[in-house]
């Protein structure tokens, strides 16, 4: 941990404005459920939460860092990390709104990207609606990588990808080399190394803006885990005074848990800082109001919080 920042107001919570991007297979719920001023007429597919990413970069909303960008805070005051060394700011955080099935997709992992100028990522996705099919493609058939190319270059994607059951509530961990398509009528959070290296394998041909999108079929046979790694992940649940808080997955690059809280509670922070987005209810965070469709950054040095529920909030740390 590093040293606790003293000075007055250093504690403060950093209320970040999301960044909205336009995708062929993007819908309206992000404006229905949120109350996120979008334009009518546009399919957005994705709202970046927390980004410090060149596509979106979000500003901070008020306070005493108002109008910086994440990645010139990320540069300018490492403290409020806690000091960690990355260059770039290392995560990412999304709600992805499904209105049609995004591409079958694999990403590499941190040494396939470092020889390709890309980045390694690890993704985890937490199912906010599961959408009528309730289904979502994790993993494949094939035995090895050869039986996998084979049948991908033959398209026979029916047999090859696997659809798994999913709920809302459900989490999903998507290892780098995990083949993966999330489908139509899915919303859903997700917390990702930021990075942006997808490997498009198959888009159902489909036209976007006249086009089809550009696939990268020998990046993603090259980095396709075979045969596929099984995901399941198991929550692990912590009944505190007032809430629950649920660890749904801790791995080398991030540590994702929900928190419930139903009138009062003071949570320990446990991270350098904290990613954090109210998702269900309206409440109070040390002090500040918050809402279903609010993000911030819990600083470092901040050693609880005091919610005020009931709100469900999605808590990250790295
Ligand atoms: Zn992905």
């Given at each position: 941990?590093?040293?606790?920042?003293?000075?007055?107001?250093?504690?403060e919570l950093i209320f970040l404005e999301p960044v909205f991007l336009t995708k062929?297979?993007?819908?309206?719920?992000?404006?229905?459920?949120?109350?996120?001023?979008?334009?009518?007429?546009?399919?957005?597919?994705?709202?970046?939460?927390?980004?410090?990413?060149?596509?979106?970069?979000?500003?901070?909303?008020?306070?005493?860092?108002?109008?910086?960008?994440?990645?010139?805070?990320?540069?300018?005051?490492?403290?409020?990390?806690?000091?960690?060394?990355?260059?770039?700011?290392?995560?990412?955080?999304?709600?992805?709104?499904?209105?049609?099935?995004?591409?079958?997709?694999?990403?590499?992992?941190?040494?396939?990207?470092?020889?390709?100028?890309?980045?390694?990522?690890?993704?985890?996705?937490?199912?906010?609606?599961?959408?009528?099919?309730?289904?979502?493609?994790?993993?494949?058939?094939?035995?090895?990588?050869?039986?996998?190319?084979?049948?991908?270059?033959?398209?026979?994607?029916?047999?090859?990808?696997?659809?798994?059951?999913?709920?809302?509530?459900?989490?999903?961990?998507?290892?780098?080399?995990?083949?993966?398509?999330?489908?139509?009528?899915?919303?859903?959070?997700?917390?990702?190394?930021?990075?942006?290296?997808?490997?498009?394998?198959?888009?159902?041909?489909?036209?976007?803006?006249?086009?089809?999108?550009?696939?990268?079929?020998?990046?993603?046979?090259?980095?396709?885990?075979?045969?596929?790694?099984?995901?399941?992940?198991?929550?692990?649940?912590?009944?505190?005074?007032?809430?629950?808080?649920?660890?749904?997955?801790?791995?080398?690059?991030?540590?994702?848990?929900?928190?419930?809280?139903?009138?009062?509670?003071?949570?320990?922070?446990?991270?350098?800082?904290?990613?954090?987005?109210?998702?269900?209810?309206?409440?109070?965070?040390?002090?500040?109001?918050?809402?279903?469709?609010?993000?911030?950054?819990?600083?470092?040095?901040?050693?609880?919080?005091?919610?005020?529920?009931?709100?469900?909030?999605?808590?990250?740390?790295?």
């Amino acid at each position: 941990m590093a040293d606790v920042d003293d000075k007055p107001g250093s504690g403060e919570l950093i209320f970040l404005e999301p960044v909205f991007l336009t995708k062929v297979w993007g819908g309206t719920r992000l404006r229905d459920l949120y109350g996120y001023v979008l334009p009518v007429d546009e399919k957005v597919g994705e709202c970046l939460a927390i980004s410090a990413r060149p596509e979106g970069d979000c500003i901070v909303k008020r306070g005493r860092f108002a109008g910086m960008r994440l990645s010139a805070l990320w540069t300018e005051r490492r403290d409020l990390f806690g000091g960690l060394q990355t260059d770039t700011f290392p995560l990412q955080v999304k709600i992805l709104d499904a209105h049609e099935d995004l591409s079958v997709q694999v990403h590499p992992d941190e040494g396939y990207a470092a020889r390709h100028n890309g980045g390694g990522k690890n993704e985890c996705w937490y199912v906010l609606r599961a959408g009528d099919a309730g289904r979502v493609v994790i993993g494949h058939e094939a035995e090895s990588a050869r039986e996998f190319a084979g049948l991908a270059r033959e398209g026979r994607w029916g047999e090859l990808l696997r659809s798994v059951e999913m709920r809302e509530g459900d989490s999903f961990f998507i290892p780098a080399g995990t083949v993966h398509a999330i489908l139509a009528g899915s919303l859903i959070y997700e917390v990702q190394q930021s990075s942006d290296t997808t490997y498009r394998l198959f888009d159902y041909d489909r036209l976007d803006g006249g086009a089809k999108r550009q696939l990268h079929v020998e990046e993603a046979l090259d980095v396709v885990v075979a045969p596929s790694r099984p995901v399941a992940v198991s929550p692990v649940v912590t009944v505190l005074e007032g809430a629950t808080r649920t660890l749904l997955t801790r791995n080398d690059f991030f540590t994702f848990s929900r928190w419930d809280v139903d009138r009062a509670a003071t949570v320990p922070v446990d991270a350098p800082f904290l990613l954090v987005s109210a998702m269900e209810g309206s409440g109070t965070v040390n002090g500040a109001e918050v809402a279903a469709g609010d993000h911030f950054i819990v600083p470092s040095g901040v050693r609880e919080l005091d919610v005020t529920g009931p709100l469900t909030l999605m808590v990250t740390g790295p």
